[in-house]
C-alpha cells in the first residue's frame, strides 16, 4: 500500500517537483513548466485534504452472481415492508388523538428513526445487486456514514428513553403525567437528536482525517467504520479508540439504563396481585424487550471486538439484522403484541372498506 510522501504539501516545494518537470519537459510534447507546476499543486492540495481517492467500490452483500437477483427481490421485499409499516405507524400515531400520549410519542420517533436509516442503507444494497460496479463519490460516502451513525445512534437513544417511560408508567403511575409531561416528552426527544447528532459527528469527523492512497474496494454493502478503517493509509489506532469509545457509550450506558429499569419494573410486576394486571403490565414491555435484545445484541456482535477477531463477510451478516431487518421488525412486533395499535387499524381499515 502506498504511504503519502512526507516531503508534499503547501510550503516550500522544494527539488523534487522541479526535477521531475525538467525530466518530463522533453518526453512529452505538450508538458510546460507551468501545467506541471499545476499539477504537483493539485496532487499536494490532494494530500492535504487527507483523501487521494475520489470515489468507493461498494463490493456488495455477496460476490456470487447466481443469487444476486433473488437477494435483490429479497431486500427490495424487506425495505417495501419496512416502509410501509413504518410510514403506517407515523400517520396513524399523528392522525389519532389517543396515541398523543409519551409512549407513543417515543414510538412514532421509533419508526422515524428506522425509516430514515433503513433509507440511508438499502437503496444502495439494491443497486449493488443489479449493478456490475456500484461507486459510491467520497462525499457520498462520508455522507451516507454520517447519517448511518446518526439514525443508529438515535435509536439506541430512543429505545432507552422507552424503557425509562414504561418505568415511570407502571412503578411511578400516579406521577406519570407529571413526569412525562409534554414539555418532559419534547425534551428528551431533543437530547436523544443532540446526542446522536454529536455522536455521528464524532465518527465522521475522525474519518475525514484519515488518508485514502489507492485502495477504494469497500468489503461491505455500505459506508462502515470497520470497512472504510482497512483502506486507510495511515495510523487508525486513534479511530479505533474513538469507535470503542462512542460505541461502547451507546450499547453500555443505554443496556445498563434499560437493564435498570426492567429491574424495576419486573419488581412492581410482582407485586400486582391481579393476574390480569400482571399480564397487562407484562404486555406493554414485551415488544420493547425484542426490539432491545434484536438491536443491541447484533451491534455489539458487530462493534464490540478488535477489527481483526471477526471477518468482514460475518460482519456483513451482523450488519444485515440492525440495519434492514430490524426496522422492518419494528413496527410488525408492535402491531401484532399491542393491543391499542390492533385495535385501531382495525377501525381505520375498516372505515376504508365501508367509504
Known amino acids: 500500500m502506498v504511504k503519502p510522501q512526507k516531503s508534499l504539501g503547501f510550503s516550500a516545494p522544494g527539488r523534487g517537483w522541479i526535477w521531475d518537470c525538467m525530466r518530463n519537459l522533453g518526453s512529452t510534447s505538450n508538458m510546460t513548466l507551468l501545467s506541471c507546476f499545476h499539477r504537483s499543486h493539485w496532487k499536494r492540495m490532494d ?5 487521494l481517492v475520489t470515489e468507493f467500490i461498494l463490493v456488495g452483500l455477496t460476490e456470487y452472481p447466481k443469487i444476486q437477483f433473488p437477494l435483490f427481490f429479497l431486500f427490495l421485499g424487506i425495505y417495501i415492508v419496512t416502509v410501509a409499516g413504518n410510514l403506517g405507524f407515523i400517520t396513524l400515531i399523528g392522525l389519532n388523538a389517543h396515541f398523543h400520549t409519551p409512549m407513543y410519542y417515543f414510538l412514532f420517533n421509533l419508526s422515524f428513526t428506522d425509516l430514515c436509516y433503513s433509507s440511508v442503507i438499502t437503496p444502495k444494497l439494491l443497486v449493488n445487486f ?8 467520497y462525499a ?8 448511518y451513525c446518526f439514525f443508529v445512534s438515535a435509536e439506541c437513544y430512543v429505545l432507552t428513553v422507552m424503557a425509562y417511560d414504561r418505568y415511570v408508567a407502571i412503578c411511578k403511575p400516579l406521577l406519570y403525567t407529571v413526569t412525562m409531561s ?14 446522536a447528532f454529536v455522536v455521528s459527528w464524532a465518527h465522521t469527523g475522525c474519518m475525514l482525517r484519515l488518508t485514502f492512497c489507492d485502495a477504494n474496494t469497500i468489503n461491505h454493502y455500505m459506508c462502515d467504520i470497520f470497512p472504510l ?38 419488581s412492581s410486576i410482582l407485586h400486582i396481585h391481579s393476574r ?16 432491545v435484545c434484536v438491536f443491541f445484541g ?7 471486538h478488535p477489527s481483526s477477531v471477526l471477518s468482514m463477510d460475518q460482519g456483513k451478516v451482523s450488519t444485515v439484522f440492525y440495519t434492514i431487518v430490524v426496522p ?12 391499542e395499535i390492533k385495535i385501531a387499524l382495525k377501525k381505520t381499515f375498516s372505515r376504508k372498506t365501508l367509504s
Do not use: D, W
Not at 182 to 195: D, E, K, M, N, T
Open 47 to 51: 494530500i492535504g485534504n487527507n483523501s
Open 130 to 137: 443489479v449493478s456490475k460496479m456500484n461507486i459510491i463519490s
Open 140 to 147: 457520498g460516502c462520508m455522507t451516507q456514514l454520517f447519517f
Open 182 to 195: 409534554p414539555q418532559v416528552s419534547s425534551l428528551l426527544a431533543v437530547i436523544v437528536y443532540v446526542g
Open 229 to 266: 478503517l482497512e483502506l486507510s493509509c495511515t495510523s487508525t489506532h486513534s479511530n479505533e479508540l474513538v469507535v470503542f469509545a462512542l460505541v461502547g457509550f451507546n450499547i453500555c450506558v443505554p443496556s445498563l439504563t434499560i437493564i435498570v429499569s426492567y429491574a424495576y419494573i419486573l
Open 276 to 291: 390480569e394486571g400482571r399480564a397487562k403490565a407484562f404486555s406493554t414491555c414485551s415488544s420493547h424487550i425484542i426490539v
Open 298 to 304: 447484533s451491534g455489539a456482535f458487530m462493534y464490540l
Open 328 to 339: 422492518m421488525l419494528n413496527p410488525l412486533i408492535y402491531s401484532f403484541r399491542n393491543k
